[in-house]
């Protein structure tokens, strides 16, 4: 067996993960290493193929002699730190996918089953709500990037339910970022989930009409609010907090919001919190009316709503809080790939990691490659919509 093989810096990998650029040294056959004749850094797509089509199911991949860009990143630390420490974040992240996309469909499930039956006149029982709020609390304070990937998996005919999660797992992140207490982030959190809940009462045709609504049919949206006034009285256990987020997010602080018309200081932090979060995930969503918008033009659309709808410091915060590029957003590079920002912890907003997937200039996919901006002579030309693109983005979420 080689040297390369016995490497301290040598991991052991499936080989749906084996990306471009690394530097294979040796193939797990039958739970043992075998030195391969070639060993070297993958080239191009068909080498992962014929490893698949001869049943290796792991390969052993030499980190530091692999490519800079494929995803692995190098390190100096002892032998003894570093094999341990690259199988957990690969396993940590994949783990968090796999627990966002289960809480996402939970959460989901419990909205259309709450839907149902308040619109049958049964009254909403806040204990379940408060449990996937404290999960979406522990998915926020472990890694929100997971969730930030899987939330932006987003369809229109599920977007009142969609809204309403992202609605919840925004305030949960903006009230983090602002060092609110665990409490207030839980009753966020559920006044999140609840916060279009009187749209049930609100006819169908009007609130998925694809077109312009007249002033009567605007009107007519507009009464989903006082339903939810409604709603709120006749829900137990529903904490102030909980009721101001699910009644607040249509107020403006001019006064000239609805259904109050509350302003200036009747509207609490956390009310104002959640006028911003709704006027975000709304605008970087797909309507049955329009197209998703990129966060960048989102910002500059909540910008202007400053100072008179909108209170334009917590505004800044949010955009501090989410930053120009969120992770999940889509990016174009410099040299014309777009890509998905994948990880920005520990970054500043103009160098996450992106993981890039087809090019605008040749209009076709190219190999999945993880490009680390901090090393990278590339640079973020623009933030892009899924719209833009002729291809669809979520297979590579």
Known sequence: MNDSVESSNVIKIPIDKLALGMFVSAIDHQYRKVAISNPGQIKHRDAILKLKKNSIAFVWVDIERSSDTCGLKKSNRSSSAIRPLMRKATATRDGQQAQAKKLLAEAKGLIKKVMSETFGGKAIEVGEFEAVADKMIE???????????????????AYLFEHSINVAFLLVTFGKHLNLDRELLKQMAVGGILH?????????????????????EFEHIKLHQFYAIEIMNETKGLSQVSKDVCLMHHEKLDGRGYPNGLKDEQLPQH??????VDIFDALTATRCYKEAMSPAA??????????FHLDQKLVYEFIRCVGIYPVGSLVQLSDHRIGIVWDSKGRDALHPIVKCFYSIKYKRYTDVTMVDLFKSELHIERGVSPSMLDVDPSPFY
């Open 139 to 157: 998915s926020v304070m472990g890694d929100a990037d997971a969730f930030k990937c899987i939330s932006a998996l987003r369809t229109k005919d």
């Open 271 to 276: 009310g104002r919190m959640s006028c911003i």
């Open 196 to 216: 279009d809940i009187g749209k049930i009462k609100v006819d169908n045709e009007i609130l998925h009409k694809p077109g312009k609504l007249t002033p009567e």
């Open 298 to 307: 989102a910002f500059k659309i909540m910008i202007s709503l400053t100072p």
